[in-house]
């Protein structure tokens, strides 16, 4: 009885030594991505949120946020987000007319994702509306 009791604690305390302990980064967008759709350059501001939530046991330490290209501009939180707290990146996307596929690459602190490091997905489409030129003649006449 008492070897099975002290199997059992060891197996207990060695379990206890495999749970994550620290920062865990979970966010709030589905799959990690930002949908723009389908939209105007003249009408969007091109700037999109990635929320998140520390929901670890540890302050959560942010120490970068790189995008594939200069078109897009994060930027990351100054301060470390404490256990059950919310941050977010803010993420500036410069409107180039054609189709949307960005990633940027969030490094951390956290110990539920491989090596600290998440990323994130931006999609969609921008769009230039056509111009119309009330000055110009019709080029269709009404059938009479």
Do not use: H, W
């Not at 009885?1 to 305390?13: E, G, I, N």
């Not at 389908?38 to 998140?52: A, L, N, Q, W």
């Not at 078109?71 to 059950?84: A, N």
């Amino acid at each position: 009885m008492k070897k099975t009791l002290l199997l059992f604690a060891f197996f207990a305390l060695n379990m206890a030594g495999f749970a994550q302990v620290g920062a865990k980064i979970e966010f709030l967008n589905k799959d990690n991505t930002v949908d723009f759709g389908t939209v105007s350059k003249d009408s969007d501001s091109g700037i999109r949120t990635f929320e998140f939530k520390n929901t670890g046991d540890a302050p959560l330490i942010i120490t970068n946020v790189q995008s594939t290209c200069g078109c897009t501009v994060p930027t990351k939180p100054t301060e470390p987000i404490l256990p059950g707290m919310t941050g977010k990146i803010d993420v500036k996307y410069n409107m180039n007319p054609g189709p949307i596929r960005k990633t940027i690459t969030v490094e951390s602190n956290a110990v539920n994702v491989e090596g600290g490091k998440i990323a994130l997905k931006m999609k969609g489409e921008v769009i230039v509306k056509p111009e119309v030129n009330l000055l110009e003649k019709k080029k269709s006449l009404p059938s009479q």
